[in-house]
Nanobody
Framework: VQLQASGGGLVQPGGSLRLSCAAS????????IGWFRQAPGKEREGVSC???????TYYPDSVKGRFTISSAAKSTVYLQMDSLQVDDTAVYYC???????????????????????WGRGTQVTVSS
């Protein structure tokens, strides 16, 4: 499985960006895609997830109500990020698990090691 994240950039506080994760190479028609971010000096943080098997999604409190994940045809997943804050500055990565998985909340809070495929990150910088 190959993943390509794109859509990052520089935006002012309060602005919006939409990240895309284009996935290819799946042999099954169900998968889970997670978005993660890592800022300099900070631990990696899971910020969203979508499970195409059970339809579950996940957002931590830090982004809930501001970020929205969605899936489109041809294995593309979007992360709409609104009301961006300086603390959202990080490199954002998408990762995938192919096949049926537990719901997103369990995957993202207890089983992030299950993500076997990772894409290169895209830089998001929120600054005035």
């Amino acid at each position: 499985v190959q993943l390509q994240a794109s859509g990052g950039g520089l935006v002012q506080p309060g602005g919006s960006l939409r990240l895309s994760c284009a996935a290819s190479g799946f042999t099954l028609d169900v998968y889970t895609i997670g978005w993660f971010r890592q800022a300099p000096g900070k631990e990696r943080e899971g910020v969203s997830c979508i499970n195409t098997s059970d339809g579950s999604t996940y957002y931590p409190d830090s982004v809930k109500g501001r970020f929205t994940i969605s899936s489109a045809a041809k294995s593309t997943v979007y992360l709409q990020m609104d009301s961006l804050q300086v603390d959202d500055t990080a490199v954002y990565y998408c990762a995938a698990i192919e096949g049926h998985t537990p719901p997103c909340r369990m995957i993202m809070t207890r089983m992030t090691g299950s993500f076997g495929s990772w894409g290169r990150g895209t830089q998001v910088t929120v600054s005035s």
